[in-house]
């Protein structure tokens, strides 16, 4: 069973940092290029970052300069470093991973809260 599972979200004061991270199980994705997604309330999920297999990152003009996105193949993992958060970075965040032309396998999203 193919699973994504994300974790280091949680509660931080404007300015502060987080390091997010999604370990996949179930299949091999170090071939795939793999996403980090968010969802506010009340707002469509939104791309937030992706990184290809071979390493190549790109970013929503709104993280870019404060988040990093990076991934250990060996482990399994992509990250997700947050730095200078902002209360408009209030969200769930999803990790994907794309099969083909489409974002198709997702993890069950991680609390982030950032606080004025």
């Known amino acids: 069973q193919v699973q994504l599972v994300e974790s280091g ?3 931080v ?3 502060g940092s987080l390091r997010l991270s999604c370990a996949t199980s179930g299949r091999t994705f170090s071939g ?3 996403g980090w997604f968010r969802q506010a309330p009340g707002k469509q999920r939104e791309l937030v970052a992706t990184i ?3 390493g190549s990152t790109n970013y929503a003009d709104f993280v870019k300069g404060r988040f990093t996105i990076s991934r250990n193949n060996a482990k399994n993992t992509v990250y997700l ?3 200078s958060l902002k209360p408009e970075d209030t969200a769930v965040y999803y990790c994907a991973a794309r099969v083909g ?3 198709n396998y997702w993890g069950q999203g ?3 809260t950032v606080s004025s």
């Open 32 to 34: 795939n290029a793999m």
């Open 101 to 103: 032309a489409l974002y």
């Open 81 to 83: 470093q947050m730095n």
């Open 9 to 11: 979200g949680g509660l």
């Open 13 to 15: 004061q404007a300015g």
């Open 52 to 54: 290809t297999s071979g």
């Open 110 to 112: 991680t609390q982030v």
